[in-house]
C-alpha cells in the first residue's frame, strides 16, 4: 500500500497531466469523475502537496571570517548580537556570493529548535536526500537555513536576518500561517550559541543554534508533509539512541547539555 502510495504521489506532483489528485495524505481521486454528480463534493476536494523541500540557497550569504571566529572565546559566541557587533568592528563580516568559494570563511547557518517546556521537537529527515549524504533518513532537532542579505531588515535589531531566517525556516517546513491560528503574534526565535560544524559535504560553516519556544495550540501532525515521525523528546533525559540522530543534532544536544 505504501509502495502504491508513492507512485500515486510521484505521478501527482510530476505530471501536470496526471490522471489522479490529492484529496487528503494518502488518498486520491480521480479527475475524470470530479464531474459525476452522484459522487459527494466532500470526496473531490483537492489537497495541495506541500514540497518536501524548501529554497535554502539565495545569494549574497552571510559570512565570517574563519580565522576571526577561531579567536573567539565561549562567552562571545554564546552572544549572538555581541558576536557580529564585534566582528563588524573587525571587518570580519561581510556577504559571498557562492557558498562554495568561502575564501577562508563561514557561510552562517541557522539550526531552529522548537522547544515545549524541556522538550524539543524531534522528526525523521525525508528520503528525498542522496543516501550518501550522512543527514538522510536520520533523526534530527533542528529546521536549517542558509542566512542571506535579504533576511537582514529594519526589524533585524542587530542579528544581521538570524531571526527572520529561523522563524522562516520554521513557518514554512511546519507549515504554519504567519499570522497564527488564534490570532495572536508569533514569538521570536532567539539565538542560544554559535558553533562550528561540518556539512556532508564536508565544509565547515558557522552554526547559530535559535530557540522557538511554540505557542501552546501547536501539535505537530503528519499531515504536515515536511515532518516524518515527529515526536517530542524530553532535554532532561539523554537520548539512548543517539546514533539515529544527525551530526548537527548530537553536537546541538552536546552543547545545550553545557549551556
Not at 17 to 27: C, D, I, K, L, M
Not at 82 to 92: D, L, Q
Not at 163 to 189: F, Q, R, T
Amino acid at each position: 500500500m505504501k509502495t502504491l502510495r508513492a507512485r500515486l504521489s510521484e505521478d501527482v506532483l510530476r505530471s501536470q497531466h496526471s490522471a489522479f489528485f490529492r484529496t487528503e495524505p494518502g488518498y486520491f481521486f480521480l479527475n475524470e469523475l470530479v464531474s459525476d454528480p452522484t459522487i459527494p463534493g466532500k470526496y473531490k476536494e483537492k489537497f495541495e502537496a506541500r514540497r518536501r523541500t524548501r529554497d535554502l540557497h539565495i545569494a549574497p550569504f552571510l559570512a565570517v571570517d574563519a580565522e576571526y571566529v577561531a579567536g573567539c572565546g565561549k562567552g562571545l559566541l554564546s552572544d549572538w548580537r555581541g558576536f557580529v557587533k564585534t566582528a563588524e568592528s573587525c571587518n570580519a563580516i561581510h556577504y559571498l556570493q557562492s557558498r562554495k568559494e568561502s575564501d577562508g570563511a563561514l557561510v552562517v547557518w541557522t539550526f531552529s529548535v522548537v522547544r515545549r517546556g524541556t522538550e524539543v521537537l524531534s522528526y525523521r529527515t525525508g528520503r528525498y536526500r542522496s543516501d550518501a549524504d550522512i543527514f538522510a533518513n536520520k533523526r534530527t532537532i533542528g529546521f536549517p537555513g542558509v542566512v542571506s542579505f535579504f533576511d537582514c531588515t529594519l526589524f533585524s535589531e542587530g542579528d544581521y536576518g538570524a531571526k527572520e531566517n529561523a522563524l522562516g525556516a520554521i513557518l514554512s517546513d511546519l507549515d504554519i500561517s504567519a499570522v497564527a491560528v488564534h490570532g495572536e503574534k508569533l514569538p521570536d526565535p532567539e539565538p542560544r550559541f554559535a558553533m562550528r560544524v561540518r556539512r556532508d559535504d564536508g565544509q565547515e560553516v558557522l552554526l547559530v543554534v535559535m530557540e522557538w519556544t511554540c505557542p501552546s495550540w501547536f501539535e505537530p501532525t503528519t499531515r504536515r508533509l515536511s515532518l516524518n515521525e515527529p515526536r517530542w523528546l524530553d532535554l532532561r533525559v539523554p537520548p539512548n539512541d543517539i546514533d539515529d540522530f544527525e551530526p548537527w543534532t548530537k553536537v546541538t544536544l552536546e552543547a545545550i547539555g553545557e549551556v
